[in-house]
């Protein structure tokens, strides 16, 4: 079977030019290939699949539970500045935003240490020192709202005589 020189189609027995580009034939030199769909089918191999004991899951990446725990902590206490009408609130949110700034520091160390990324740990960070500071105004609102209206009221108008005269002799 002859292939032309020249476009690499087949060529029939006893053809002068070839069907498809119109090249001459070279009798001389007859040029000899394999069929590549043959060839191919020699050389391939059937897949090789892994057996279950040689399947080994992928390693799981370690987590930073502190840096979770000061992104929650964090969040609520921002979640939490929206919610300080009563300097009792107050006093939680500073609770939980001292506990995200403390647990991101903490988480930040351990990240830093297992060569994690730290980027939990910097948010609720971030996240605690700014509920820090609203809480801390809240408090100081309230405390600077209750003395002016402790400084402008008379609470001893309405006491007994007997006490008021313990108060003022």
């Known amino acids: 079977m002859a292939f032309c020189t020249k476009c ?10 070839c069907d498809y580009c119109g090249a001459p034939v070279n009798e001389a030199e007859p040029t000899q290939r394999t069929n590549p769909v043959e060839n191919h089918a020699e050389t391939y191999n059937e897949p090789v699949y892994p057996t279950n004991d040689e399947i080994v899951p992928p390693a799981q990446k370690p987590s930073n539970g502190i840096a979770i725990a000061s992104l929650v902590f964090g969040i609520l206490a921002v979640i939490g500045i929206f919610a300080s009408w009563h300097p009792i609130f107050a006093i939680f949110i500073l609770i939980f935003a001292i506990l995200a700034i403390c647990f991101g520091a903490s988480g930040m160390k351990k990240a830093k240490a297992a060569g ?3 980027g939990m740990a910097v948010a609720g960070l971030i996240c605690g020192i700014v509920a820090t ?3 801390s105004l809240s408090l100081v609102c309230w ?3 209750t003395a002016t209206i402790c400084a402008n009221t008379d609470y001893f108008t309405s006491l007994p005589e007997s006490i008021k005269d313990a108060f003022h002799p």
């Open 8 to 17: 690499g189609h087949m060529i029939s027995e006893g053809a002068k030019f």
């Open 116 to 118: 994690l990324t730290n």
């Open 133 to 135: 500071v609203a809480a």
């Open 143 to 145: 405390g600077a709202c």
